[in-house]
């Protein structure tokens, strides 16, 4: 297929590039797209140099599919215009997740989602990946009925200049920063906007994103965000509270034999999901599994996953080819 991939000399869309490599996606023809000031810059793609082209070439060039990882307000002016021409957008910010004719999809949780007369596609925020891929399992079996979460995320998250805040901060240099405070040996409950309700746009993307993913609207959660120095991936602490009551290891193996799910639970010889560990990975990392004692039908897990690959890249990859599974796109 052809492909096109919005916002190529980015963080994410560089991790985009390596994953299509690894999963030998078959691209005949390769479009990197990027800002006016990128122009003309060599990417690297198979063995193969392109130069980066303006977003209304790649437009031009109808792809079968176009990546976008450059930000809301790129998605919301070029989305349509590549949807148009017949391509299949498959957008990894926040611009579309929420509107009512666009899927939000995760491909080992609501595949079903995907539709030919659908053309844009929205990739979920990075933490409410792992999250769903996580309880999907569960809230098939068990019904969730509750979740009180926080998530430890990594800088990674914020982008390039964030991680090299961190990098500068341990070097001594206090320059170019990309948040408010300090992040090395530091951590803060602010992830996205403030709202009027105290909540963050990240705390509240994780209650509306999750409902739509598993098409319940009576689903409750409460997050808090947290940025923490780190660069591996975001993790989670999870309590859930299901409508039904469960058996621990009868819990423990659905969530084994569940897709894009490892089990990492011997906290006796100090096995648990840790970003130093599922860096570079493509799973999404469970452990710390234990009965919430406080409530009938309650649980705590952690949960890990790299916010650049499985919370962003890979997801984005995955749903590209399930078109060409699907025989949507050629």
Not at 119 to 146: E, F, G, K
Not at 209 to 225: F, M, N, P, W, Y
Not at 242 to 260: I, T, V
Request: glycine content about 8%.
């Amino acid at each position: 297929m052809d492909l096109a991939l919005i916002g190529a000399t980015g963080l994410v869309g560089q991790v985009m590039i390596k994953v299509l490599e690894e999963q030998k996606i078959p691209v005949t023809g390769f479009y990197p797209a990027a800002s006016e000031r990128s122009i003309g810059k060599p990417v690297l793609f198979n063995g193969k140099t392109y130069p980066v082209c303006s977003i209304r070439e790649a437009v031009d060039a109808k792809p079968s599919v176009a990546l976008f990882s450059a930000g809301g307000e790129v998605s919301r002016q070029w989305a349509e215009a590549f949807a148009a021409n017949g391509t299949f957008v498959i957008d990894n910010s926040s611009a579309w997740r929420l509107n009512d004719n666009v899927p939000l999809v995760v491909p080992e949780v609501n595949p079903h989602a995907l539709t030919l007369n659908r053309r844009i596609i929205a990739n979920p925020n990075c933490s409410t990946i792992q999250l769903v891929v996580a309880i999907a399992p569960l809230h098939i079996r068990y019904h969730v009925r509750r979740i009180v979460m926080a998530t430890y995320q990594s800088v990674t998250g914020t982008g390039v200049h964030a991680v090299r805040q961190l990098e500068n901060e341990r070097k001594g240099i206090s320059q170019g920063m990309a948040y408010p405070h300090p992040i090395d040996l530091n951590c803060f409950p602010h992830g996205g906007d403030f709202l009027v309700n105290g909540y963050t746009s990240e705390e509240m993307k994780l209650l509306h994103e999750t409902r739509k993913i598993l098409g319940t609207d009576s689903l409750q959660l409460t997050a808090t965000v947290v940025r923490i120095p780190v660069m591996g991936g975001h993790s989670e602490a999870v309590n859930i509270e299901f409508e039904r009551d469960y058996d621990l290891p009868g819990l423990k193996a659905l969530l084994e034999q569940s897709p894009g799910i490892i089990l990492q639970d011997d906290p006796k010889n100090n096995l648990y999901p840790m970003p130093l560990t599922a860096r570079g990975k493509d799973a999404v990392y469970v452990g710390r599994i234990r009965r919430d004692t406080t409530v009938r039908s309650g649980l705590d897990i952690w949960i890990v996953s790299d916010n650049l690959r499985k919370g962003a890249a890979t997801n984005a990859v995955q749903i590209a080819k399930l078109l060409m599974e699907r025989g949507f796109v050629v």
